[in-house]
């Protein structure tokens, strides 16, 4: 019975670390590639209406000039969401006619779901596209950033 049952347990043990490990995906985990995907983009987020909006704590905001005809531009974030359950926002509004582009960064969270009361760092690239030739300011939450010509 000994010799059977070694056998049968070293052909089990190879067997078994073999195997891939099953964990399920976990679909309230943000993207890790550092975008942050639109609510059209993600199937799985609730609608933007029925989620709690909060603050996000902006460490810094800058403009960046890609090198492209006709100029694009790019606005790169860095911060902190309030908990790790928070999801980032970014409305970029068009120049108005004094040519002021208004982007408004904030995050919204499902009301009903309990969550670590930790900051949970960011760092998000919004593309701003190109404009008409002009001058124009950049305000991020009512705050200027820069100043360009286009």
Same mark, same amino acid.
């Given at each position: 019975m000994k010799r059977i049952l070694i056998p049968l347990m070293l052909v089990t043990l190879v067997l078994t670390a073999c195997a891939p490990a099953a964990t @399920? @995906? &976990?679909l309230d985990q943000p993207i890790s590639s550092g975008e942050t995907p %639109?609510?059209?983009d993600n199937p799985t987020a609730p609608a933007d209406s029925n989620l709690l909006r909060g &603050? %996000?704590?902006l460490d810094s905001a800058d403009l960046l000039t890609l090198e492209?005809? @006709?100029l694009q531009f790019m606005l790169a974030l860095k911060g902190d969401l309030p908990t790790p359950c928070n999801q +980032?926002?970014?409305d970029v509004s068009p120049p108005d006619a004094e040519n002021k582009i208004q982007v408004d960064v904030y995050s +919204?969270?499902?009301p009903d779901r309990v969550c670590a009361q930790v900051l949970k760092s $960011? /760092? /998000?690239n919004v593309s701003l596209g190109? $404009? @008409?030739s002009g001058h124009y300011t950049l305000w991020v939450n009512g705050e200027l950033i820069a100043e360009f010509d286009a």
């Open positions: @399920p @995906p &976990n %639109a609510p059209q &603050n %996000a704590y492209s005809y @006709p +980032l926002r970014v +919204l969270t499902r $960011f /760092e /998000e190109s $404009f @008409p």
